[in-house]
């Protein structure tokens, strides 16, 4: 059973930074290389939204409100296998559970996972 472990979450004032880890379990190393990963968040009383991509060709992708602010990116080491996710000049209202969520197509059948998410919060 796969598993996604988020970690790096904690509080931060406006404009620090975090780095947010993605570990799978129960995933191989060329499972890990197919799937692309994604990362989410939810403040309280609001939808989970989306927040970057990257895929397992490489390809990067950002929510506008992280844009130029996040890198997100990936390990594809056996020994290592994890997705990054670094929050440089947090704000506020970058406040909120950040969940790690993974997805690989094989014909018609998805393969979707998430984690149970990290707590990050900005305030001064």
């Known amino acids: 059973q796969v598993q996604l472990v988020e970690s790096g979450g904690g509080s931060v004032q406006p404009g620090g930074s975090l780095r947010l880890s993605c570990t799978p379990s129960g995933m191989s190393s060329i499972v890990f290389a197919l799937n692309d990963f994604e990362w989410y968040r939810q403040a309280p009383g609001q939808a989970r939204e989306w927040v970057a991509t990257?895929?397992?060709?490489?390809?990067?992708?950002?929510a506008d409100a992280v844009k130029g602010r996040f890198i997100v990116s990936r390990d594809n080491l056996k020994q290592v296998l994890s997705v990054y996710l670094q929050m440089n000049s947090l704000r506020p209202e970058d406040t909120a559970v950040y969940y790690c969520?993974?997805?690989?197509?094989?014909?018609?059948?998805?393969?979707?996972?998430w984690g149970q998410g990290t707590q990050v919060t900005v305030s001064s």
């Open positions: 969520h993974s997805r690989r197509s094989v014909g018609d059948t998805q393969y979707l996972f």
């Open positions: 990257v895929r397992h060709g490489h390809d990067v992708y950002y």
